[in-house]
């Protein structure tokens, strides 16, 4: 199946349903804003499961990313969505209980490829033990756990390695975590 040609919703400034368009029509420069979401997955140890893009990605391939992401069809709730593309993408559970922790949106153009990502972007984070990872190497060159702080550091030492969307997903994964202190 050809991702490129899936249909995506297309949004609104308010994040409000505005139409749909192909994948690929939306990622033309300069972009059209479209609904999207990134799964974090997050050990008990608190480590994170990071995917480094594939080699075929038509945007920021080879760039390590969150846990999944991709695109509900129009109308389709995004929980739904990120439990499928996860079956597809990871190979993983689909019973994973994600909670959606907040959206944002960003625009960032990919100059090897001159694809542009504006998203609304919904962030899902789930908890897992025992994750029995089988990606598909069409959409995943490797998968790795990381620690946050060893992530910052990594990111901070070398952010070309990593996906434009990622630093707004750990921020609103920060975010998270500090109103559920104590």
């Not at 899936?6 to 059209?32: I, K, T």
């Not at 994600?98 to 694809?115: C, H, K, M, N, P």
Request: glycine letters at 6%; aromatic letters at 6%; hydrophobic letters at 45%.
């Amino acid at each position: 199946m050809d991702r490129e040609t899936l249909l995506v919703e297309l949004v609104d400034d308010a994040g409000d349903a505005a139409g749909s368009c192909s994948v690929a029509e939306a990622h033309e420069a300069p972009g059209r804003l479209h609904r999207a979401f990134s799964v974090m997955l997050i050990d008990p140890d608190g480590r994170m499961l990071l995917q480094r893009r594939a080699a075929v990605k038509t945007r920021f391939a080879l760039r390590w990313a969150n846990s999944c992401c991709g695109h509900p069809a129009p109308g389709q709730d995004p929980l739904a969505a990120a439990r499928d593309r996860m079956a597809d993408e990871l190979g993983v559970d689909v019973d994973i209980e994600l909670r959606d922790i907040g959206a944002f949106v960003y625009q960032a153009s990919d100059a090897a490829t001159a694809r542009v990502e504006y998203e609304w972007d919904h962030v899902l984070v789930g908890t897992v033990t025992d994750l029995a990872l089988d990606p598909d190497p069409a959409e995943v060159a490797e998968c790795g756990w990381v620690a946050p702080a060893d992530l910052k550091s990594a990111m901070d030492s070398d952010p070309d390695s990593y996906t434009p969307w990622l630093p707004p997903v750990l921020e609103l994964l920060a975010g998270q975590a500090s109103h559920h202190v104590g």
